[in-house]
């Protein structure tokens, strides 16, 4: 079992930084990425970055340039530095982290963590 705790939301106003941690725990074998997702308000959960274990890393075209997706290994965290920020990336921020294992596999899910950008 995996637990993933975001932390590091909050309000911001346009063009603003923040930085999101996904601190993981647990058994981490059988995963091999992680990912930020992020929902907003009536809207469908969208994928942000990814971050595989080799370090390879991928992102949703509109958070090109402006965001970057990072890990530290020996605190098993991942982290999601958000800059230039705009309104319009208001939303819920998710810690996910897929795993296969022998056959199976599953899917674990932060808690999520509030992101306002507002004047």
């Known amino acids: 079992q995996v637990q993933l705790v975001e932390s590091g939301g909050g309000l911001v106003q346009p063009g603003g930084s923040l930085r999101l941690s996904c601190a993981a725990s647990?058994?981490?074998?059988?995963?091999?990425?992680m990912a930020w997702y992020r929902q907003a308000p009536g809207k469908q959960r969208e994928l942000v970055a990814t971050?595989?274990?080799?370090?390879?890393?991928d992102y949703k075209d509109s958070v090109k340039g402006r965001f970057i997706i990072s890990r530290d290994n020996a605190k098993s965290t991942v982290y999601l530095q958000m800059n230039s920020l705009k309104p319009e990336d208001t939303a819920v921020y998710f810690c996910?982290?897929?795993?296969?294992?022998?056959?199976?596999?599953?899917?674990?899910w932060g808690q999520g963590t509030q992101v306002t950008v507002s004047s």
């Open positions: 996910y982290a897929p795993w296969s294992a022998a056959g199976q596999g599953g899917q674990y």
């Open positions: 647990g058994n981490m074998s059988g995963i091999y990425l």
């Open positions: 971050i595989a274990n080799g370090g390879r890393t």
